[in-house]
């Protein structure tokens, strides 16, 4: 497995007060989260450095995790601080190891490489999922079993929406337009079709069958975090009049086959939408789980464990976005590869 | 894996016309099989080459297969003749593998090896099963997890009946005599039983304790297509007067480990036992599937992924059969391992 | 897998009269257990030499068992001495592995090594089990996804009851003491719990809250038979007056990472907590199934195939026992490595 791993990812949507705990494999390793009396969240290594014990069977006793095997607790650095057996010593080596967390837009983001480099400031701007100006359903949460960079041609490439999606998209999107504008940190892949029929999805607001221009606007912020803006509008007029939305679409690697996909869709709080914002989400869920998340992981099947270019794909010009995805996350492996 | 590969093999019974489009993995490939708009079938192999999504799940347009994914179309050659996205533009190396599929016998064949050997006067001899004498119960398709040639062993040695099938056999039949032929392209196993009680399969005709003599001649068609005629008559008298049917065994390797089994029984026409074909065709079903197909996974299972001859059998008279099938199939291996 | 071979091991309880046929996977291999016409076991190995079919798939015939696939009879000694096919010559090749078996103590217990070696007087002492002074619920069976050593680990190292098991312990026990005890054949390892909590599984004799001294005396035979000797009496008073309980706990390696456990729970013929000893045993099973063997298969998935050893575990003062059980082990794997 090679991951970027000096990189914020989403370990969760934050969950209520009432959660203390929870664990989840991201990059191949398993963490378990757990909160503190201040309510903030510690991240440490899941396994107990005595038998091997899943920490997040144990239980959070004050600020530490206690192991359900046999009692010995954590804090939050990942050091055993508490040891209920015999006389009480407590080996050195009892300790596991720990990483940043930070509760930001609604998600709990983890960093997994050099703790110094941990800069909140690197977290990508969510800040939509937490502006009044939008309503939101998130709590978005699937599984595919394919390599999470699958998932991101995939999200980068949206001429598939015409053949995968009959409710959004159809074949008379194919034909749309792509803008690519990368930046330091993002890839924008824009995508525009004027006047297609427009796709069931926006009904009853513009009836099946009514011509439209249609906007999917993906912006990929490395290594695996995007962010859709995407409508339909009377044919050449300005987005205002249309219906504009937006969804996350965040991943995080679980293990080098398998990933985690975090998603949420929102519609301005004046808009008529806003009202079904709930459906629409339901509505995101149903289409990945039943249309992407089956493709792709067949791909993924037929790809086997041989990376994407050793297999000599036949790229079409809609790949361009995912291409340069794939380059960007190749020389930040190559960086980390020099400066580990 | 090790396959014969120029041969025609079984990709399944033929279906009614409304069905355009099925896959089946042969010889460890994926291949899809679609109809063009003259209802003739084309096969493909079923992995697009831009994204490695499987083309079975694309829809058949006019004589082309599109995949589900990004809508590229492929002909009957396996040839890229569209591509919807962008400019249009079809990458030279847009294309697949194609086989040679035809029709015949109520069956749809396929070839596995060099397109120019592909005969069809070389798809054995199952006409049997378009004869208006006869009665057939066709469509029986069983997956078993062994390799096809445990099922071949099993098929040329019929002697297991008397301990596996308390239908079909008993313990009476095991002293029964065995006559074997062959010629370029088959093995005939002939197992003749005089004078044993019939067994349960042949009743009402003949009541269960009644002497009955019994014949099961398998005939083996290289490399791996098998016919058997069986039947039971008073003792001594001529097969006439008795009871013939006749059962196609036909044997796809899907890989190395697992294998698909095509079936069906057939009476005389004029027989009274034409009128329960479809019950007896359950009957075999039900006996391959409970009887014959866990027994043989778990042989497979015992023998791991070793040969047959690494794990020095203990080879009995019955075996005779099996094992010239098995050189001939090694002979075939070698053939095309010097003219590939 | 490397498991000490001349010992032996349970291959189950003993079954009433009327099972004369059943099979068990040990130390890696498959074993079909038979009954002959004297009632006594015989123990061969499970695969045919003819066509790797399960033998326990046959039926028994006489003294001999007969294979369910082409009718050849073994005998005790794993001897073909029966070949209903053809000519009926029987190969000389034609034999499997047997195994010493003797029923005793209730149970079936079956050597895996050097057969001049297997003296039955070297059968763990279990008599306990048929001491007419006590009343067992016997039976239990378990699987367990983990290699036997963890589940030795985990029954020679009991403070654990103090934070898995809820009904049988409390974390007040975390002040116990041990005693451990060695000889040529066993390890003993006593934990001693003054004025603890009472353990809701000795109400209502204790009521929970109550003051109690506890006791869980564990003692190991090599390689892997356990006898747990527990209970609770009033604070400072002689066991005499309080509850006193047996429990067996058997373990046999399955394969590397699986494992068989047998147990029972038994009381004082004239104790109260007799009466409800079947209870006793459910809930045994109970704690066993939803406690110790999640926990067991989490640590082994979380160690993967590498030795315990090899992981550099943080050990503690209740490894004591546990660390001896492993070098005692490791000394009897030696001793067969020089001697085999």
Not at 150 to 174: C, R, Y
Not at 247 to 268: K, N, Q, R
Not at 287 to 306: H, V
């Amino acid at each position: 497995m090679s991951f970027v791993k000096n990189a914020w990812y989403v370990a969760g949507w934050a969950p209520s007060e009432d959660v203390r705990l929870f664990s989840r494999t991201i990059l191949g390793k398993s963490i378990v989260f757990f909160r503190k009396t201040n309510d903030q969240w510690s991240a440490i290594e899941n396994v107990c450095p005595h038998r091997f014990a899943p920490l997040d069977k144990g239980k959070v006793v004050g600020d530490t995790l206690q192991c359900g095997y046999h009692g010995l607790r954590f804090d939050e650095h990942g050091i055993c601080v508490h040891n209920p057996i015999g006389n009480g010593r407590i080996p050195k080596a009892a300790k596991v190891d720990s990483y940043p967390v930070i509760e930001k837009y609604k998600l709990i983001w983890v960093w997994t490489g050099d703790k110094e480099a941990a800069d909140p400031a690197k977290i990508p701007d969510y800040s939509i999922l937490e502006d009044e100006g939008w309503v939101h359903a998130t709590g978005g949460y699937l599984h595919c079993n394919a390599n999470y960079q699958l998932l991101i041609d995939n999200l980068l490439d949206l001429s598939h929406v015409a053949f995968l999606h009959p409710l959004l998209g159809n074949e008379g999107m194919s034909g749309g337009k792509l803008d690519l504008q990368e930046t330091d940190t993002t890839i924008q892949s824009n995508f525009f079709m004027a006047e297609i029929d427009s796709p069931p999805f926006y009904a009853p607001r513009y009836k099946e069958g009514s011509k439209v221009d249609n906007w999917l606007n993906m912006k990929w912020h490395a290594p695996s975090s995007l962010l859709l803006d995407f409508g339909v509008t009377d044919v050449g007029k300005s987005r205002d009049v249309g219906l504009q939305g937006i969804a996350t679409h965040i991943l995080t690697p679980e293990t080098d086959g398998t990933v985690h996909y975090f998603y949420s869709v929102g519609w301005p709080t004046e808009e008529d939408a806003a009202a079904n914002v709930e459906q629409h989400h339901e509505m995101q869920g149903k289409i990945f789980s039943t249309e992407d998340k089956p493709m792709l992981e067949e791909c993924q099947k037929n790809m086997g464990t041989t990376d994407l270019w050793d297999l000599n794909p036949v790229l079409l010009s809609g790949d361009a976005a995912a291409v340069r995805a794939r380059r960007f996350i190749g020389r930040m492996l190559a960086q980390e590869a020099i400066e580990p």
